[in-house]
């Protein structure tokens, strides 16, 4: 399916899967009109991770808002645009039918078609995205793509064997990786969100300090940080009992977990990638954007790999509509009378979307 064959078209996206309100335009699949994004970061991070009922509160009181800035950002009425696409999954039960709500609604109104997208199918087209007024085209992935999908939820990997044709080779048996920043995060007493406080506690630390374990879970392409979650915990106990009130090595506790993170993560995608004859890697998630991560990832790689622009990694819309465009070029549009589903793997997806 070459993509100079696909048809031009402009998708509105709207993205509400967990705690960012985001809506955007697509044009082609690949060039961003706009790209807007409400967080709620800040309101979470009293609970030390996100609220459901609160953020599906803050959903409804944005998403109008969120929509109409898109389309003035693109310079573009509702009518301008050739279909709707919003998540449908996974994601919060609450949150997910806000957005997909919305969609809905304004495809009754302007008769236009709507198309519900997989949230981790989104990270993956992120890949494909870059702004209208690029100096340079971007070159997309070549297919088949490994992609190493990392984020609060989800840490997945999955051969791209060509648009809309995935297979799930293995997922997280219990913590998914940016989870595992936010317990520790919370255990070194260093905020929400976890991820972007790790890196930063751990630029003056040692990644060797401490010997963390690795799960490398042998003869499977599955991962677990569950283990080394409470590998620093009994590490963060120890030191503790061994003075009061004594002050943590914050800085080397969090460099050597991140490095244990990082070095799984980087080996079995670069184990898979050979394995399965992938041309090229694809790297999306909230925790791709993590510099450790990125600058592993790449360094002597065999193949290109893509990583999304910092501001393309946090749940966003664009994702959503570059796939949502993949979904309508091959007429994959849904009914109306869709459900949010908040545990679809990627791996149920075929060609159809209903």
């Known amino acids: ?18 705690d960012e309100t ?21 309101l979470h991070a009293k609970y030390g ?14 998403i109008y808002t969120v929509v109409q800035e898109a389309l003035q950002q693109a310079h573009l009425e509702l009518s301008d645009v050739d279909a709707i696409a919003a998540t449908r999954g996974p994601g919060l039960p609450g949150s997910l039918v806000v957005g997909l709500n919305m969609a809905k609604g304004l495809a009754l109104g302007a008769g236009k078609p709507l198309i519900g997208v997989n949230h981790m199918e989104g990270h993956i087209y ?8 690029a100096e340079e085209e971007k070159e997309p992935p070549q297919f ?40 520790v995060a ?12 790790i890196q930063k506690a751990g630029l003056e630390g040692d990644p060797e300090a401490f010997k963390f374990p690795r799960a490398w879970l042998d003869d499977t392409w599955n991962f677990s940080f569950s283990g080394l979650k409470t590998a620093v915990l009994h590490v963060v106990r120890n030191l503790q009992s061994k003075k009061k009130n004594a002050e943590l090595p914050v800085a080397n506790l969090a460099a050597s977990f991140q490095e244990a993170v990082v070095e799984v993560l980087v080996t079995k995608t670069r184990y898979a990638a050979q394995e399965f004859g992938a041309k090229e890697i694809i790297v999306a998630g909230g925790v791709s954007a993590n510099r450790a991560l990125r600058q592993a990832i790449t360094k002597g790689a065999a ?17 959503i509509g570059a796939a949502g465009y993949l979904r309508y070029s091959q007429g994959l549009v849904d009914d109306l009378d869709i459900d949010a589903l908040p545990t679809w793997p990627i791996s149920e997806l075929g060609s159809s979307n209903n």
């Open 1 to 18: 399916m070459a993509d100079k064959k696909l048809p031009s078209a402009r998708i509105l996206a709207i993205e509400t899967s967990c």
């Open 22 to 42: 985001a809506a955007a335009v697509i044009q082609d699949g690949r060039y961003i009109l706009s790209n807007v994004v409400s967080t709620q970061a800040e």
């Open 49 to 62: 991770g996100v609220f459901p009922e609160v953020a599906s509160r803050e959903h409804i009181k944005t």
């Open 126 to 133: 992120s890949a494909w995205l870059h702004p209208l007024e």
């Open 144 to 183: 088949p793509v490994l992609a190493l999908l990392v984020s609060g939820g989800h840490t997945e990997l999955v051969l791209v064997k060509d648009h809309l044709t995935y297979e799930r080779l293995g997922s997280t048996l219990d913590d998914a990786a940016g989870e595992a920043f936010d317990k």
């Open 186 to 197: 919370r255990l070194l007493e260093l905020g929400y969100p976890g991820g972007p406080a």
């Open 303 to 319: 193949g290109r790999v893509h990583l999304p622009a910092i501001y393309l990694c946090t749940d966003n819309a664009a994702m």
